[in-house]
């Protein structure tokens, strides 16, 4: 079935027995579980496991946030990732299970990747892989497909135009439209049942710049138009939609030495942007999400590589949340084992965070998975 056929007659629903594993939603499809890591870490050449950081790599941690104390909620561990990842450029929620798709790990940056996370269970699940394996993949969830667009080839660079769409209750992909431009770390997010997909890293190859392209594909015409650009060009940021406006923080320009506090405000009624207060710390590659009707943001990186050696490393474990009535930050617990390039989403009252680079850029992955809620 090609592809434009398979969007006309829509994603099939098919009913499964007692053995399926519904949870919070009908006809889930069941998946073979998959195992916790063996080891939490383990490094991009080779793919060798590691048990424990080296104290040089454990200097790169910073912890400390400037933003005024607010409540400071806990952390606590849950089941690893069935292999240490990164750069699967963040994570999506459908049916209360979290998708990572794609990315680093195994000794490769073309993986396909794809396992789910039920937190009833506290277990992982091996889904349908992407049909072509990428890094830093954009990924967002809506009535029942997982949408993922574009990504990298090669480690940082080299997009591609791939886009494809998982249906959740039969376990497969299928192609959708192509993006119009090539690009991979950008930003996905649903509004009005359409996928945004905002800035991003372009071609060609030996400059990999960032882009503020802002591109919109409509599931029912299986088509993209185009949007107002993101004011001031970036990747690795983090995006999410609340009460109708999309928002987008952070994020670099072109590399992590060029991190940015940025926070800008798309308002579709009116294609425009709006900068808002800027994040207390300036950082790439964090995850961010709506908890309790604040934006919470976590980890991310910043720092200098001079011919592979990292330089003023950090990898950041802060915890950031901004409240959009009052346009304040404040700072709460920071994850216990700091990371960027995370798979974090909300799961119930719970705010996960799995897998992401425990060090400077993408020599080292990490399977840690842990969990933060508010008191």
């Given at each position: ?26 006809h889930l499809p069941p998946l073979k579980e998959a195992q916790p890591s063996p080891a939490p870490y383990s490094r991009l050449r080779g793919g060798d496991f590691v048990h424990h950081l080296e104290p040089e790599q454990e200097a790169q941690r910073v ?203 798309y308002l579709p009624d009116r294609d425009t942007w709006e900068e808002r207060s800027p994040m207390p710390t300036a950082r790439s590659g964090h995850g961010l999400v709506v908890y309790r009707d604040r934006l919470f943001a976590m980890g991310g990186e ?74």
């Amino acid at each position: 079935m090609d592809r434009r056929t398979f969007l006309a007659t829509g994603f099939a629903t098919a009913a499964f027995g007692a053995e399926a594993l519904a949870q919070h939603a009908d006809h889930l499809p069941p998946l073979k579980e998959a195992q916790p890591s063996p080891a939490p870490y383990s490094r991009l050449r080779g793919g060798d496991f590691v048990h424990h950081l080296e104290p040089e790599q454990e200097a790169q941690r910073v912890f400390d946030s400037p933003a005024p104390e607010g409540p400071q909620g806990r952390w606590f561990p849950r089941a690893p990732l069935p292999l240490p990842r990164s750069e699967m450029a963040w994570a999506t929620a459908w049916a209360s299970r979290m998708h990572i798709v794609g990315g680093y790990g195994e000794g490769r940056v073309d993986r396909a990747y794809h396992h789910v996370y039920d937190p009833d269970r506290d277990r992982w699940f091996d889904a349908a892989p992407l049909p072509r394996g990428a890094n830093h993949v954009a990924v967002a969830a809506d009535a029942g497909r997982v949408y993922a667009l574009g990504g990298f080839i090669q480690q940082n660079r080299d997009p591609d135009t791939n886009a494809y769409a998982y249906d959740v209750a039969t376990d497969r992909w299928s192609a959708i439209a192509p993006l119009p431009r090539a690009r991979g770390a950008a930003a996905a997010v649903v509004l009005d049942g359409r996928i945004h997909l905002i800035g991003g890293g372009g071609a060609p190859v030996q400059e990999r710049a960032s882009v503020g392209w802002h591109e919109v594909y409509d599931p029912k015409t299986d088509r993209w138009e185009t949007r107002k650009a993101l004011p001031g060009a970036r990747d690795h940021v983090g995006c999410v939609a609340h009460d109708g406006v999309i928002h987008v923080v952070g994020g670099r320009f072109n590399t992590f030495e060029y991190n940015t506090d940025l926070y800008h405000a798309y308002l579709p009624d009116r294609d425009t942007w709006e900068e808002r207060s800027p994040m207390p710390t300036a950082r790439s590659g964090h995850g961010l999400v709506v908890y309790r009707d604040r934006l919470f943001a976590m980890g991310g990186e910043a720092g200098i590589l001079q011919e592979g050696v990292p330089r003023q490393a950090k990898v950041f474990g802060q915890m950031e949340s901004y409240d959009p009535k009052t346009e304040s930050w404040q700072r709460h617990a920071p994850m216990p084992t700091p990371r960027h390039a995370v798979g974090a989403t909300v799961l119930g009252d719970r705010i996960h965070v799995a897998g992401g680079g425990v060090v400077l850029g993408g020599s080292l992955q990490s399977a840690v998975h842990e969990a933060f809620a508010l008191d």
